[in-house]
């Protein structure tokens, strides 16, 4: 036990000690995790607020039922638990007639016009939100099935515009951070395999003097640990950083139609994300890049 504690400690130690001894490839190395990192975070961060700004809109796309002139007040609002049963509904609010006209009216400055009507012909309506505009067609046909409602409204051609763009947005996002992942990953390896390159004499020597695979190895998967992780951390500090500049700007600017979601609601998994995608460069990286030169 405790000659495996020695060597764990040996191990760590010399991993250490390799990032000072070549301090200008573990900076750089360091650096370019940290680069692509922040590039792959903030593609993640602006499709994640597209999205987010896609949601709001599907919010405002709506369905009006309108209610048969023949039903009653009360049942007409009693109608509202039957509304609330079918699949994809969200929630309802009832409109009554009085209501409707009183929006009508509001939208001229002149209501004297309106004088001589009131508000009996207007209909009772209810205003439903769904949970999925993508099923806002088959919803509205669910609805003709109620007999209390004369008929249904809905800017199908709209719906439809935002779930295109959902998607859209959704692959052209997975696309590209796919895309920065596999270069990422090519260009850090290489950066990996270059320093190793450099402590090719050192492996060779070790080989011969009876050192097994393992006990050279790992010193190497210790540092490039130690990179990754750092490259990660370092690269989620500063997401952090230009995402709280970004938010204040889009404040300044006072674009009330769009507010950018708030860094704690992704933090978690870009975290989880970004120690994965380190410690997987930095592991693995060094990991193959040492399998060539084990070959002695």
């Known amino acids: 036990m405790k000659v495996n504690r020695n060597r764990t400690f040996y191990y760590i130690k010399e991993g250490i000690t390799s990032i000072f001894n070549h301090s200008l490839m573990s900076f750089a190395s360091i650096c370019i995790i940290v680069a692509f990192l922040i590039i792959m975070g903030s593609f993640i961060l602006l499709a994640v607020n597209i999205n987010a700004l896609i949601g709001e809109l599907e919010k405002d796309n709506i369905i009006l039922a309108y209610v048969h002139e023949n039903v009653s007040d009360a049942d007409a609002r009693g109608i509202e638990h039957t509304l609330r049963s079918i699949p994809n509904i969200a929630s309802v609010a009832f409109i009554s007639r009085e209501e409707a006209f009183e929006s009508f009216i509001g939208r001229y400055e002149d209501e004297d016009r309106f004088r001589d009507i009131d508000s009996s012909i207007f209909r009772h309506r209810y205003a439903i939100y769904v949970e999925d505009v993508a099923l806002i067609a088959d919803t509205q046909q669910e609805l003709r099935y109620i007999p209390e409602l004369a008929s249904t409204s809905a800017n199908l051609s709209v719906a439809q515009a935002l779930v295109n763009l959902r998607n859209i947005v959704t ?7 796919a895309v920065l992942l596999v270069i990422s990953l090519f260009i850090m390896s290489n950066t990996i395999k270059l ?13 011969m003097v009876g050192a097994t695979n393992s006990f ?3 010193p190497f998967i210790i540092e490039g640990f130690i990179l990754g992780i750092t490259g990660s951390l370092i690269a989620f500090i500063s997401l952090i950083g230009l995402y709280s500049l970004a938010s204040s700007r889009v404040l300044e600017l ?4 769009f507010q950018l979601i708030m860094f704690s609601n ?5 975290f989880l994300l970004f120690t994965a995608i380190g410690f997987g460069v930095g592991v693995g990286g060094s990991g193959l890049a040492l399998n060539r030169y ?3």
Do not use: C, D, N, Y
């Open 195 to 207: 320093a190793t390159f450099e402590r090719r004499e050192e492996i060779a020597i070790m080989k």
């Open 171 to 177: 692959w052209v996002s997975v696309i590209i951070i």
């Open 254 to 257: 006072e674009a009330g139609f």
């Open 216 to 218: 050279i190895r790992w």
């Open 294 to 296: 084990l070959k002695v």
């Open 266 to 270: 992704v933090s978690v998994p870009l």
